[in-house]
C-alpha cells in the first residue's frame, strides 16, 4: 500500500504524545479511548516513516521516558 498518502507527522506526534501523557488515543470515529502499552511499534514501509520515527524519539526523550532495543526487553521476559 506504497500510494497512500504520507501520514502527517504533526498529528502522529500529537496522538503519541497525547497517548503518553494522558494515557488515550482517538478512536476511528474521534471519541477517546484508554489503555496502555509496554512498546511502540513504528512500521517503516511508509513515506513518512521516518519523520515519524524521528519524532517519536523526540517525544519520548522530551518526557524523559526511556529507549532501547526490543530485542532487550524481550531478553528480560525470556529470562524470568
Do not use: N, Y
Not at 502527517?8 to 494515557?23: I, K, N, P
Request: include cysteine; aromatic fraction near 4%; charged fraction near 30%.
Amino acid at each position: 500500500e506504497h500510494d497512500r498518502p504520507p501520514m502527517d507527522a504533526d498529528a502522529v506526534e500529537a496522538a503519541f504524545r497525547r497517548f503518553l501523557t494522558d494515557g488515550e488515543v482517538s478512536t476511528i470515529d474521534g471519541g477517546p479511548i484508554r489503555f496502555g502499552a509496554e512498546s511502540v511499534c513504528v512500521h517503516g514501509d511508509g513515506p513518512s516513516a521516518v519523520a515519524i520515527t524521528r519524532r517519536v524519539v523526540e517525544v519520548l526523550e522530551d518526557l524523559g521516558r526511556p529507549r532501547r532495543p526490543a530485542t532487550a526487553a524481550l531478553a528480560e521476559e525470556v529470562g524470568k
